[in-house]
């Protein structure tokens, strides 16, 4: 084709006819106008594109015919359309992001350009070149959307990982239940009965028990177990900082929030959340929780976007909940939705015939952390565990383990500092009157979560002002 100022291969009214044979044998379509803007050549690759055949369109308007509307069904006005601006004042133009019309009204995406033809230098016309650019657009698409969910698929990975980390920073110890127990037996078959469900399940027992690793088990069984269990200590963060960890937060949320971070809800998308000491949650974070509960949706904080999850909870505690509830800490309707199906640990002193397999369990995990080995319990020291009332539970009992093996020079366990029987506690009537005040208000700080000013607050408990008790409590040295 030859330099558009000097072609004389369009006429007012026709083409030469070795300009059509090109034309005709191009593969994109090709579309000549008169200077009235009607068509005066069509080649067969823009029939075949458009649906249209040639003696349809020769003379006629073709910008009425397929190229009427927007991609979104609007009207495109002619005197918008770049091909007839281009009769009007001559400039070529390009376009990358429009559509053109097919006759049985299905539209498809075209890359398209308008330039001007000259005949002894006189406008004569324009023609139109253009090809269907679906098969393009639609890689692009697919590129786009390869990326967004590389890149989503990077931030969670890298989420995770960083959670990870942390997590097996602080695994210890055997990763079963041990013992055969009658207690233990009935756990086990709690947990068994419930693990394969979506019911949230609520785990009571004493520190030390081993709330988390029935937990882990539960999730371990599920269906879900091929998904990341999410595990959060809600006594570990402040209020404000608890509702970052659980819900996260955008960038600049708030003073520190250099990045946007994902919270523990939206890494256990799918998998298991395990809530550990739920009753320490403030009562603002309580109310969130239910509403996360109840829809699966929250809000990252300082985001108005809402983020649908699927998520089984589980929550522990080792406080009587009931007890909160009546007290003003817990809310009762949050409390009901979590005791859907709740499993109570046993304290170690209520199964001690489970203590040698404990030990044993425990003895071969530490040897392996510690690079020891431990041949031998000597059986004066089992009985001495046995007969001990573990205050502390199996943390105390594992914790006790590997001070001993530490401390082990000759491979054998002998447990011989242990004390046969823990002393029972001070009875009542031997208590000085500032000890029996020291362990009332104690007993009260307990329950309120040391709380000691407002509604809930110990000194409401004790019907005192909080200035007073914080007097007695320096007084009688009562410190957290």
């Keep these: ?114 330039t001007p033809v000259y005949d002894q230098q006189q406008l004569v016309g324009v023609i139109a070149i253009f090809r269907d650019v679906s098969m393009q657009k639609h890689t692009e698409q697919s590129l786009r959307q390869a990326l967004a969910q590389v890149q989503a698929l990077s931030e969670r990975l890298a989420s995770e990982n960083q959670y990870l980390l942390t997590e097996l920073q602080g695994q210890q110890g055997a990763s079963g239940i041990s013992g055969n127990s009658q207690p233990i037996k009935q756990l086990i078959q709690q947990i068994h009965l419930v693990a394969n469900t979506d019911s949230t399940v609520l785990i009571c027992g004493e520190n030390g028990t081993g709330k988390e690793l029935v937990a882990r088990n539960l999730h371990r069984l599920s269906h879900r177990k091929d998904q990341p269990m999410v595990s959060v200590n809600c006594a570990a963060f402040s209020t404000a900082l608890l509702e970052s960890e659980l819900f996260g937060h955008e960038k600049g949320a708030f003073t520190g929030a250099t990045a946007r971070r994902k919270g523990r809800f939206e890494l256990a998308n799918n998998g298991t959340l395990f809530l550990d000491e739920i009753a320490e949650l403030s009562l603002s974070a309580q109310s969130k929780l239910l509403r996360v509960i109840q829809e699966q949706s929250f809000e990252r904080v300082g985001s108005s976007e809402t983020i649908k999850v699927n998520i089984r909870l589980v929550a522990a505690t080792h406080h009587d909940l009931a007890a909160r509830v009546e007290q003003g800490l817990f809310r009762m309707d949050l409390y009901y939705r979590l005791n859907v199906f709740p499993i109570t640990v046993p304290p170690l002193r209520e199964r001690r015939e489970d203590i040698p397999q404990l030990v044993s369990d425990l003895v071969t995990s530490l040897s392996k952390k510690l690079g020891k080995k431990i041949t031998k319990v000597s059986a004066k020291g089992l009985k001495n565990l046995q007969q001990y009332a573990w205050p502390g539970n199996v943390r105390e009992l594992q914790n006790l383990i590997e001070r001993e093996m ?68 320096k007084k009688l040295a009562i410190t957290r």
């Design 1 to 114: 084709m030859t330099d558009s100022t000097t072609t004389d291969y369009i006429g007012s009214d026709h083409f030469l006819p070795e300009n059509t044979l090109l034309l005709n044998a191009m593969t994109e379509g090709v579309y000549g106008f008169d200077l009235a803007g009607n068509a005066v050549f069509i080649n067969p690759a823009a029939e075949q594109m458009t649906g249209w055949k040639s003696a349809e369109l020769i003379g006629r308007n073709i910008h009425d015919c397929h190229h009427h509307s927007h991609a979104d069904g609007s009207h495109y006005p002619q005197h918008d359309c770049p091909i007839y601006r281009t009769l009007h004042d001559a400039i070529p133009r390009q376009v990358t992001d429009d559509v053109f019309w097919r006759k049985d009204g299905s539209s498809f995406p075209v890359y398209y350009s308008s």
């Design 406 to 473: 530490i401390l082990s020079q000759s491979g054998h366990l002998l447990f011989n500092t242990l004390p046969a029987v823990v002393a029972p506690p001070l009875a009542a009537s031997t208590l000085t009157m500032a000890q029996a005040e020291a362990a009332h208000i104690i007993t009260v700080l307990n329950a309120s979560h040391w709380r000691i000013s407002g509604p809930f607050g110990a000194a409401a408990m004790l019907d005192m002002p909080a200035s007073t008790l914080r007097s007695r409590m």
